[in-house]
């Protein structure tokens, strides 16, 4: 069954530092989005993506966050100048249409902001 | 925004036991889904509902769209140890598809 994969698994970074999260979404996917789970907490929404512009982001979404599709494969997240409260898992989602097209998550990138 | 509260936020339970939880929200959901979150890994969908009073079952377990679009239950039958987990109930409330997910009802399971 096809997946989304999300490199790297785990990342460790300065505070201050620019990291960059990677995901490789189900091919014929064509909505995209990143979700955040502070440890044990719920899993929150932070952006979807379609048609190369983001669609949706919440207030966690600030200036700090960006995201991009550079090519026909891979969608990344970056933040600029991580935070100590960036630390969390960051998971990659895809979905192929609209209402009725479920999300299909990749295992997520840990990151630990130092 | 949107906030969806499951119950109970943990429960133990003997092997073979029936398992039931629920998850409630103060809005109006299009479809509802169920993740199961492993310990290290993303969440993985076990069900998905996209109608009012919809029951889908998958395997041994079962979980209904409730007939207000506000409430949601999964059940599994029968638990065995490989169930135990995070549940994550979630909603999509339409337009760009973001997925609103529950608070999670950690499972344990005793051999």
């Known amino acids: 069954e096809p997946e989304v994969t999300q490199t790297p698994s785990h990342q460790v970074t300065q505070m201050g530092q620019e990291v960059i999260l990677r995901c490789v979404p189900i091919?014929?996917?064509?909505?995209f989005y990143w979700y955040r789970q502070i440890l044990g907490q719920k899993v929150e929404f932070l952006v979807s993506?379609?048609?190369?512009?983001?669609?949706?982001k919440s207030e966690i979404f600030d200036d700090q966050f960006s995201v991009e599709r550079p090519d026909g494969s891979n969608f990344t997240l970056k933040i600029r100048s991580t935070k100590l409260e960036d630390s969390a898992m960051y998971f990659c989602?895809?979905?192929?249409?609209?209402?009725?097209?479920?999300?299909?998550f990749g295992n997520g990138t840990r990151l630990t902001v130092t | 925004g949107q906030q969806l509260n499951q119950s109970p936020q943990s429960m133990f339970i003997q092997e073979g036991e029936d398992v039931s939880m629920n998850c409630t929200s103060s809005?109006?959901?299009?479809?509802w889904l169920w993740y199961k979150q492993d310990p290290g890994e993303g969440p993985v969908l076990l069900i998905a509902l996209y109608k009012a009073g919809e029951l889908t079952s998958n395997g041994r377990l079962t979980a209904q769209f409730g007939i207000t679009r506000k409430d949601s239950f999964l059940n599994i039958s029968a638990s065995i140890p490989s169930d135990v987990g995070i549940y994550f109930c979630a909603g999509h409330s339409g337009g760009y598809q973001k997925v609103t997910f529950g608070t999670g009802t950690k499972l344990q399971v005793i051999p």
């Open positions: 091919s014929n996917h064509l909505y």
């Open positions: 809005s109006i959901f299009n479809t």
């Open positions: 993506f379609y048609n190369n512009e983001i669609s949706e």
């Open positions: 989602a895809s979905s192929y249409r609209g209402n009725d097209s479920p999300l299909h």
